[in-house]
Nanobody, 117 residues
Framework: QVQLVESGGGLVQAGGSLRLSCTAS????????MGWYRQAPGKQRELVAT???????NYADSVKGRFTISGDNAQNTVYLQMNSLKPEDTAVYYC???????????WGQGTQVTVSS
């Protein structure tokens, strides 16, 4: 069973930066894709960025050029560097891990990101 622990959320002014971290344990060696999703109040959860175990990345159009996802396979950790933050980036950010072999999805507990205008 994979466990995901997130950190790094907080309150920042528009134009500022934050870095989120997510560390996987308990079978993390079998994870194929990790990523970040977010959910704003009254909205559906949406993809922010993903990274495969081979390093291939994918971004939502709304964050391209501002956010960067990266991974440290040795530490089973994925990062999300968020720059030029906007108030519309305010949401709870969730770490996700996906295992192709089992088709199982795992979620972290979520971390709040608030961007003030």
């Amino acid at each position: 069973q994979v466990q995901l622990v997130e950190s790094g959320g907080g309150l920042v002014q528009a134009g500022g930066s934050l870095r989120l971290s997510c560390t996987a344990s308990g079978g993390a060696f079998s994870i194929n894709i990790m990523g970040w999703y977010r959910q704003a109040p009254g909205k559906q959860r949406e993809l922010v960025a993903t990274i495969t175990s081979g390093g291939r990345t994918n971004y939502a159009d709304s964050v391209k050029g501002r956010f960067t996802i990266s991974g440290d396979n040795a530490q089973n950790t994925v990062y999300l560097q968020m720059n030029s933050l906007k108030p519309e980036d305010t949401a709870v950010y969730y770490c996700n891990a996906y295992q192709v072999l089992t088709t199982k999805n795992y979620w972290g507990q979520g971390t709040q990101v608030t961007v003030s205008s």
